[in-house]
């Protein structure tokens, strides 16, 4: 793929990103915590977790499978030096299939 310098950005068919953050600041392990409860409160895990204690009936495979993956993506990129700007892109985390 070429890239041309057009009015600071890359090429005219990608758009730059918008800068949300300053350059000085940095991303903490909290951060990259803090969206992984984001990803799990959309699956509402908490409340599987409570109906598998209160019933007994396990939560399905897919939902533990999903709060598994999170939960690794977490780490990894927790653990990664420095935490990448775009921690909280899609490209480092599972997708949730219509849970």
Known sequence: M???VIEGTREW???AR???RSATVSI?????EAEARRRLRSCRIQEWRTREF????PMPDDVRHFALQVEFAAQA????????EDFDSDV???????L
Do not use: H, N
């Open 28 to 32: 903490l392990v909290e951060d990259v």
């Open 18 to 20: 918008p800068e949300t």
């Open 2 to 4: 070429r890239f041309a």
């Open 92 to 98: 480092y985390w599972p997708r949730m299939l219509d």
């Open 13 to 15: 068919t990608e758009p």
């Open 54 to 57: 209160i019933t007994g009936r």
């Open 77 to 84: 990129i927790s653990r990664l030096s420095p935490i990448p």
